[in-house]
């Protein structure tokens, strides 16, 4: 199947400071992005929707100005965690949706980011 | 609007016994149902997916699971467990056969005991 990285894989930061995470898919080109937070033992939940070319939609309840989201190419999404604060601290995953042959829809998810905010 | 239940949140089987993930959804529209793993601390894997076709779906690793509309279910199941199957498990639910916007369930753990 379809691949999709992220990097980094783990990321430790100081308060204030911001985190950039990146998500690639590797062999097919993703128009849509999407970016998910996972607290522990929780399920995911979905922060926004990234088109390429577009400005993402944000679900309701997520800071715009906190998580910035870039989706510049067919392959490349950004998110980038701005002025990072211990709270924002939590496994990030982001996945690309793939319109496959005989109009197969398929949503393939990265390895995730864990980020830890000191 | 749609969404999707979980029933279990940990189920605990011997090594060798079936496997029984239960998934209930509601969606206004005909939906796609998933199921995916999640080892710890890793990525999701899809195991299989439900996109309008056979009702009952083949997955990877032995697994399947049947869309039952009358029921609105889409429970997960294996004939027999392997200590390798022990990971957290999610239904996932999106409405009108694509990806534009999915909703996960809250997730199962599933233990494996040798």
């Known amino acids: 199947g379809a691949v999709v990285s992220q990097h980094p894989s783990r990321v430790i930061c100081k308060s204030g400071t911001s985190v950039k995470i990146e998500c690639r898919s590797l062999d097919f080109q993703a128009t849509t992005m999407f970016w998910y937070r996972q607290f522990p033992k929780k399920s995911l939940m979905l922060m926004a929707t990234s088109n390429e070319g577009s400005k993402a939609t944000y679900e309701q309840g997520v800071e715009k100005d906190k998580f910035l989201i870039n989706h510049a190419s067919l392959t490349l999404s950004t998110l980038t965690v701005t002025s990072a604060h211990p709270e924002d601290s939590s496994f990030y995953i982001c996945s690309a949706r793939d319109f496959g042959l005989a109009g197969t829809d398929t949503q393939y998810f990265g390895p995730g980011t864990r980020l830890t905010v000191l | 609007a749609q969404s999707v239940t979980q029933l279990d949140s940990h189920v605990s089987v011997s090594e060798g016994t079936p496997v029984l993930l239960r998934c209930n959804y509601s969606?206004?529209?005909?939906?796609?149902l998933f199921w995916y793993v999640q080892h710890p601390n890793k990525g999701l894997q899809l195991l299989l997916k439900?996109?309008?076709?056979?009702?009952l779906v083949k997955g990877i690793n032995g697994f399947e699971a049947e869309f039952k509309k009358s029921e609105t279910s889409f429970h997960l199941t294996k004939p027999s467990a392997h200590m390798s199957d022990a990971a957290e498990y999610f239904c996932v639910v999106s409405e009108s056969g694509g990806y534009q916007k999915v909703t996960f369930g809250t997730g199962t753990k599933l233990q494996v005991i040798p």
């Open positions: 969606s206004s529209y005909s939906p796609s």
């Open positions: 439900y996109t309008s076709a056979a009702t």
